[in-house]
């Protein structure tokens, strides 16, 4: 297994700011993920973290708007940029230490003013 | 492509009574499959996972899954509610044939236990 910590933990932003999203994870894993969760719905995957390469972002999603950061094996930056409310959601980092299943952060909940 | 269809997106049992959550997969691969729980204001949590192993899978509190590749379905049963059991329930797919980690994720099943 592994313990994902995420922090904030939750933030009230105003619109048009940006906020980094941080995520530890407690052993070296190949691949991080990002999720976003609105309010009332499932998960959606945003990106795919790899160390030492860009991240792979799903159909909707772009680097402008999502910048992530990958600099070792066991942490991950999610950026929010130019937030505005329609970004308020729950953002969640996970990681798959290689036994197909994926652990989970607490999230980040993100309000947007 | 993999997809997951959750059936019900709210479910509704007394105290004691047995939980029936449903789910249907679509993979044109052989699939992994999961089951999560999100309790409020809380992260997810892995119940249980079928990695082509023994078609039923037993989880943690008390929670069990049989897979069915005839119906291609994954449902997650628990012979009596607990009010704790009070959540949110996930039913994911693998993305793809790998084990990375990467999953797709069905709408989500709230369950409410009634005393």
């Known amino acids: 297994s592994a313990v994902i910590s995420q922090k904030p933990s939750r933030d009230i932003c105003q619109r048009g700011t940006s906020l980094t999203i941080q995520c530890q994870v407690d052993?070296?894993?190949?691949?991080m993920f990002w999720y976003r969760q609105q309010p009332g719905q499932s998960l959606t995957l945003i990106a795919t973290a790899n160390q030492g390469s860009e991240a792979t972002y799903e159909s909707g999603f772009v680097i402008d708007k999502f910048p992530i950061s990958r600099p070792n094996l066991t942490f991950s930056t999610l950026t929010v940029s130019n937030m505005s409310p329609e970004d308020s959601s729950i953002y969640l980092c996970?990681?798959?230490?290689?036994?197909?299943?994926?652990?989970f952060g607490q999230g980040t909940r993100l309000t947007v003013v | 492509a993999q997809s997951v269809t959750q059936l019900g997106s709210h479910v509704s049992v007394s105290e004691g009574a047995l939980v029936l959550l449903r789910c249907n997969y679509s993979s044109s691969v052989p699939p992994y499959l999961f089951w999560y729980v999100q309790y409020p204001n809380q992260g997810l949590q892995l119940l249980l996972k079928y990695t082509s192993a023994a078609t039923l899978v037993k989880g943690i509190n008390g929670f069990e899954a049989e897979f069915k590749k005839s119906e291609t379905s994954f449902h997650l049963t628990k012979p009596s509610a607990h009010m704790s059991d009070a959540a949110e329930y996930f039913c994911a797919v693998s993305h793809g044939s790998g084990n990375t980690g990467k999953l797709i994720f069905g709408q989500g099943t709230t369950l409410q236990v009634k005393p």
């Open positions: 996970s990681a798959g230490p290689g036994g197909a299943e994926a652990f």
């Open positions: 052993s070296q894993v190949t691949m």
